[in-house]
């Protein structure tokens, strides 16, 4: 069996209604089909066509056909009703420009949901009982679309601010990574791989101090019960005080 056999071609990004996010899929797919210079910058239609030499139509043509396929793929993108609006467009260039001036919103409204997206960037915090996994995937999520509307981010920002989000009970994590690391040199995956490995510290080191609670807890138990028992009234109204001392502590 070839290679080509063995391709599975890329499933065309479909448009969801979420711009953004469609856009920068569908460009790295036209980008891997080698057409997206041509819905970039157009085929260019010359004038006085007929004066050309052979090359220079051939040439053209063949950037035609170039077009003509990227339109197919935008066409195959996007759903009925969005596409009965552009039909009327020529080339893959005037779907592309079309689609943008359609969704992609004014510069003033992509300024202020940039500021939204820092707003939450800035105010985002670990929930009481979120995992580790899922404090790194709302950071990460917020911060790419920072990224997508211009605002320029390093991988360090966002290490650090998840390292801020997480609750107390990580603080001598962060003091650990923080001491062992070089964080400017950090990757986000190695960030979560740490942050990871520290948990499941925590959580056998947890299952071995409720063992040693309860285990103390069974001694208390059978010290006053055996009291008690010698006791008559005495040992059970010191049973019964323990016992309200422990409900309060709760």
């Given at each position: ?72 793929y ?100 962060v ?18 791989s ?15 101090e ?16 055996g ?16 016992r309200?001392?422990?409900r309060?502590?709760?």
């Amino acid at each position: 069996m070839g290679l080509e056999n063995n391709f599975v071609q890329a499933a065309i990004p479909y448009f969801d209604g979420h711009y953004d996010h469609w856009s920068m899929l569908m460009e790295n797919f036209l980008r891997s089909k080698e057409y997206w210079p041509i819905v970039e910058t157009g085929v260019g239609e010359p004038e006085n066509v007929e004066t050309w030499t052979k090359v220079e139509k051939t040439d053209l043509e063949a950037r035609r056909l170039e077009d003509l396929k990227a339109k197919n793929y935008l066409f195959q993108a996007i759903d009925r009703p969005i596409l009965e609006t552009i039909l009327c467009k020529e080339t893959s260039k005037d779907i592309w420009d079309s689609m943008k001036k359609k969704y992609e919103g004014s510069t003033r409204v992509k300024r202020a949901q940039l500021q939204a997206l820092i707003r939450d960037f800035e105010t985002l915090q670990m929930k009481d009982g979120e995992s580790v996994t899922s404090v790194c995937a709302r950071t990460m999520e917020i911060s790419n679309k920072m990224r997508f509307h211009g605002e320029k981010m390093g991988d360090v920002t966002i290490v650090e601010k998840i390292l801020r989000s997480l609750t107390p009970k990580y603080d001598y994590v962060v003091c650990s990574i923080e001491e062992s690391k070089n964080i400017d040199a950090l990757s986000l995956d190695e960030l979560q791989s740490s942050l990871l490995v520290h948990k499941q510290k925590m959580n056998r080191g947890s299952t071995v101090e409720e063992k040693a609670l309860k285990a103390s807890a069974n001694t208390h138990f059978s010290s006053y019960r055996g009291r008690g028992r010698g006791r008559g009234i005495k040992g059970r109204s010191r049973w019964n005080i323990w016992r309200r001392k422990r409900r309060s502590r709760r």
